[in-house]
């Protein structure tokens, strides 16, 4: 069974930094691609920013020049450093990993989730 386990998350002013980590742990074959996710009070879960194996990323319009994904494959780990926080970026951060646990069996696993306060 594959877990992954988020942490970094606290109270920020705006303006400041913070540097999320994601580490995947179990029986791991490869892991294709690992994503940051973020969910509002009130609102709706959203992607943040998405890495493959290979190291190409993608991000969401509202973090595009601020945040920063990057993975350390030989520590099935991957990190979100969020830079110039805004208030709106307050939310609960999840981790989302996909990959094979064998050959021909996959996983699919979200963390618990960290959470990110930015005050105004």
């Known amino acids: 069974q594959v877990q992954v386990a988020e942490s970094g998350g606290g109270l920020v002013q705006a303006g400041g930094s913070l540097r999320l980590s994601c580490a995947a742990s179990g029986r791991i074959f490869r892991i294709n691609a690992m994503n940051w996710y973020r969910q509002a009070p009130g609102k709706q879960r959203e992607l943040v920013a998405t890495?493959?194996?290979?190291?190409?990323?993608n991000y969401a319009d509202s973090v595009k020049g601020r945040f920063t994904i990057s993975r350390d494959n030989a520590k099935n780990t991957a990190y979100l450093q969020m830079n110039s926080l805004k208030p709106e970026d307050t939310a609960v951060y999840y981790c989302h990993a996909l990959g094979w646990v064998t050959t021909d069996r996959s996983f699919n696993t979200w963390g618990q989730g960290t959470q990110v306060t930015v005050s105004s």
């Open positions: 890495i493959t194996s290979s190291g190409n990323t």
